[in-house]
């Protein structure tokens, strides 16, 4: 049975987003978004198209937060509304919870167990394993869209905050002696000096013992009832919902929709220039792609390393000199003429200031003074970003062009035209996440290919592909009735060429109206060829031996075929070559999706009655005037 869901309307976001019109923002769409025209500033929120910044935590989500922002501001384009006009707000625990988390049934049977696992026995692995913008891009070819806030708001089942947790003091005490089993085990063989420095640390963080209890005398349940009472006092300050709640989503949830879907999921270049591991300038070529992109209002996220040293709190900056990245964020903006002296990097006795002026504008997810974050029914602040015109943090930060960190830079964009009245269906075979865009170039003819049987009778409104380099050409061909073994075979019934600017994931609609009646084979077959005129074949790929979250991958017979100029083979017979080659790496399907408008026989269409009646009708009143003649 070939992949096939059908996308189910979440009805509060429906209900908000239906009378709205597909459009690009006037303002953006007047911008003429290519390297002679870009100003040397830029702001999305000029354009209403951003949301205001969210806290993350208890969680490391900054990557579905990221990724949920660039989907509210493409959402909002393709609207052709503002923040202000929608209140859209969507979900984040939505997003983080199904790109971190396998498919299983009913939303496929074929794929069953594909996607990302955790080796974690904790119950909310899903949300505490961390995560990159493949993720979510991800999640978002496969047909899933965010869904509104209300129905998976950002905390568990019960809405517990870490302060009602603590409150309950039996609760806690098992939870604080569970977490620190070693430090029981091993107190009774402290040395003095070990028990002193020890007892030091929980004074300088801030705990607090009953009178009498010293170095020399404190029992660990003096520490485990001075750790609940430092907690208590922490949550109290600033709340955050509970990590011991229950956050999953039951299966059902995963297709949830608000008839936007995604478009294309750019990969951008990064912005900086590396020699291997070393960082050796900035990419200006890069930045003005990633400029034209936040210029047609589409949503950007980007990666960076978040380290103590580099934010400087009086102008809302953000700068060092790591080349590894640990963070995400949504970038809205940039600003060409903002000062390098007002970026610095403090670590040890050594101060470092960017080579050149200019910074990216962005959105974190650490809260805000000018915005709030509500926890249990009370509004906290925090402050961190650019300060307002009242001094107060709104969130946003600048972040220096020249930080050696900048990467991982996703684009996406969103569109409503691949559903009708009746939502839309999809044929899909991968759902893994895509980390580390594996391909290989080839100066001979390769294709590749997917087969599908249709489920119903159906009329397809789209064609996703990824494409693995920058500038390629891509061939796409559409066939019915394909032979077993033969993706190639049948009638072809649509070809196109398309060039793709970016590397990613992309959408195409047919310019023609291709019926498929059910149970019918199909078969989309592909060819990249990248600005260098060789052929591209790529498969999605993660690591099976990451230590918190691994891919699984699930190719069976059928599915994909691969013609390297010897015919075309099933991929299955090619996996044995693939692992040896990347023993350490689960490989998908290749990606190649089918989106389909479900359509009744034609006498169910009303539209088809009421023109038959008309025709007669007409028919009839023709005769009439003629006889009369």
Not at 119 to 135: D, I, K, T
Not at 181 to 194: G, I, M, S, V
Not at 351 to 358: A, M, N, R
Request: hydrophobic share 30%; charged share 25%; proline share 3%.
């Amino acid at each position: 049975m070939n992949t096939k869901a059908i996308l189910s309307s979440a009805v509060v976001l429906l209900f908000i987003l239906s009378s709205l019109p597909v459009s690009v923002p006037s303002s953006a769409a007047d911008q003429t978004a290519d390297d002679a025209g870009l100003p040397s500033s830029f702001d999305q929120r000029d354009l209403g198209i951003v949301t205001p910044p969210k806290y993350q935590y208890p969680w490391d989500t900054c990557w579905a937060f990221a990724g949920t922002g660039s989907a509210e501001t493409a959402i909002l384009t393709a609207m052709g509304k503002t923040y202000e006009e929608t209140g859209l707000d969507l979900s984040e625990r939505h997003v983080a919870y199904f790109a971190n988390n396998y498919v299983d049934e009913p939303i496929t049977y074929t794929q069953k167990g594909e996607g990302l696992h955790t080796r974690s026995s904790e119950p909310n692995a899903q949300l505490a394993s961390g995560g990159w913008a493949s993720n979510y891009v991800q999640l978002f070819s496969t047909g899933v869209c965010p869904v509104d806030e209300s129905l998976y708001p950002y905390q568990g089942v019960k809405g517990e905050t870490m302060s009602q947790f603590y409150q309950d003091h039996d609760r806690a005490v098992a939870v604080v002696k569970e977490q620190n089993k070693e430090l029981e085990e091993d107190l009774p063989f402290y040395t003095d000096e070990e028990r002193e420095k020890l007892f030091d640390s929980w004074i300088d963080k801030g705990f607090k013992f009953p009178e009498g209890v010293n170095a020399e005398n404190f029992t660990f349940d003096d520490f485990v009832e001075a750790d609940i009472d430092y907690q208590l006092h922490q949550y109290q300050e600033h709340d955050e919902y509970s990590i011991y709640d229950d956050w999953s989503i039951g299966i059902d949830g995963r297709n949830n929709t608000d008839g936007y879907s995604m478009v294309d999921g750019n990969k951008m270049k990064e912005p900086r220039k590396m020699d291997g591991l070393t960082w050796i300038g900035i990419d200006e070529e890069a930045m003005n792609a990633i400029k034209s992109e936040l210029m047609l209002g589409h949503g950007l996220s980007i990666s960076y390393s978040a380290k103590d040293g580099g934010y400087n709190d009086e102008y809302g900056t953000y700068y060092q000199t790591s080349t590894t990245a640990n963070h995400a964020v949504q970038l809205i903006g940039w600003d060409d003429n903002i000062s390098k002296d007002n970026f610095s990097y403090a670590v040890a006795d050594l101060t470092f200031t960017p080579e050149g002026d200019g910074a990216w504008l962005c959105k974190n997810n650490w809260g805000s003074e000018t915005y709030g974050y509500v926890v249990g029914g009370k509004t906290y602040y925090n402050d961190w970003g650019i300060k307002d015109e009242d001094g107060k943090h709104t969130g946003y930060f600048w972040l220096s062009y020249y930080d050696r960190s900048l990467r991982n830079v996703e684009s996406v964009s969103f569109s409503d035209k691949l559903s009708n009245e009746n939502g839309y269906s999809y044929y899909v075979y991968d759902y893994l996440s895509d980390k580390y865009n594996k391909h290989c170039e080839y100066d001979a003819i390769a294709s590749m290919s997917n087969v599908f049987t249709a489920d119903s009778d159906m009329k397809v409104s789209g064609i996703s592909i990824s494409t693995r380099e920058y500038g390629s050409d891509v061939n796409v061909k559409i066939y019915v009735n394909t032979e077993s073994g033969n993706p190639a075979s049948g009638e072809l019934v649509y070809e196109t060429d398309i060039n793709y600017a970016y590397a990613g994931i992309h959408v195409t609609y047919p310019e023609k109206t291709i019926e498929i009646s059910k149970g019918q084979r199909f078969s989309v077959v592909c060819e990249e060829r990248n600005s260098e005129g060789r052929y591209v074949i790529g498969l999605n790929s993660y690591s099976k031996d990451d230590f918190h979250i691994y891919g699984v991958s699930v190719v069976n017979r059928g599915e994909s075929f691969l013609n390297l100029g010897d015919g075309w083979n099933d991929l299955v017979d090619e996996m044995d070559k693939l692992e040896f080659y990347n023993p350490d790496h689960a490989m998908d399907n290749f990606s190649i999706k089918v989106f389909s408008e479900d359509y009744p026989a034609e006498d169910d269409h009303p539209e088809y009655v009421a023109i038959m009646i008309g025709v007669i009708a007409i028919g009839a009143v023709g005769l009439i005037v003629m006889r009369r003649r």
